[in-house]
Nanobody, 124 residues
Framework: VQLQASGGGLVQAGGSLRLSCSAS????????MGWFRQAPGKEREFVAA????????YYADSMKGRATISRENAKNTVYLQMDSLKPEDTAVYFC??????????????????WGQGTLVTVSS
């Protein structure tokens, strides 16, 4: 599966962004999807994930209450709505995919496919 992330940009602190990740292929509904981010000089970290059915979602503690992950299997797309953005949310955001459900859904190693990333910059 090939993934294409989009929707990043420059936003002021307190603002919102919605990221999108479009997937190729006919079996998107079999893949659980995750969002990760990586700031300069830091390791890639988990942001949110959603099960293949959309029935279960997972969030990093830092994003709980500020992010909503959703998916539209008919459009082969997963979304990440982020609100109340903070300067520390500045990073390149990546979407990722894996078949079925991982053991935690929070580790980059659990995902087999990655998009190219989209830059989110939050100004103070």
């Amino acid at each position: 599966v090939q993934l294409q992330a989009s929707g990043g940009g420059l936003v002021q602190a307190g603002g919102s962004l919605r990221l999108s990740c479009s997937a190729s292929g006919r079996t998107f509904s079999r893949y659980s999807m995750g969002w990760f981010r990586q700031a300069p000089g830091k390791e890639r970290e988990f942001v949110a994930a959603i099960s293949w059915s959309g029935g279960t979602t997972y969030y990093a503690d830092s994003m709980k209450g500020r992010a909503t992950i959703s998916r539209e299997n008919a459009k082969n797309t997963v979304y990440l709505q982020m609100d109340s953005l903070k300067p520390e949310d500045t990073a390149v955001y990546f979407c990722a995919a894996r078949l079925g459900i991982g053991s935690s859904m929070r580790s980059p190693g659990e995902y087999n496919y990655w998009g190219q990333g989209t830059l989110v910059t939050v100004s103070s």
